[in-house]
């Protein structure tokens, strides 16, 4: 019993510290827009990843693909944006990165 007692003590005298990261500055921007949507993304989707998320997926991605995209942002994985600006953010990333670039 002691011996366990003085191996746990000794466990903890070698506390580990946590690592620092620095992270490289970000160079991914979303595309300036005049859409509703534009600010809403800049303001909400820039909290938890980088504007490279949306450049990278398939140009051909349709309207409903986009709703999916953001409806999972928030549900499964808790993006703290108003229901209300989902189609205004969808509209934005469809019209920007999806099916419906202008032409």
Not at 25 to 54: D, F, R
Request: aromatic letters at 8%; one cysteine or more.
């Amino acid at each position: 019993m002691k011996a366990l007692l003085a191996l746990a003590l000794a466990a903890g005298c070698c506390v580990a510290s946590a690592a620092e990261i620095v992270l490289p500055p970000e160079t991914a921007a979303y595309k300036p827009s005049q859409l509703p949507g534009y600010q809403l993304v800049q303001t909400n989707c820039l909290l938890c990843h980088s504007a490279h998320y949306s450049q990278m997926q398939p140009p051909s991605s349709a309207r409903a693909y986009w709703e999916a995209t953001v409806k999972k942002m928030k549900k499964p994985f808790g993006a703290q944006f108003a229901d209300e600006d989902i189609p205004a953010m969808v509209d934005y990333l469809v019209k920007t990165y999806g099916a419906e670039k202008a032409k």
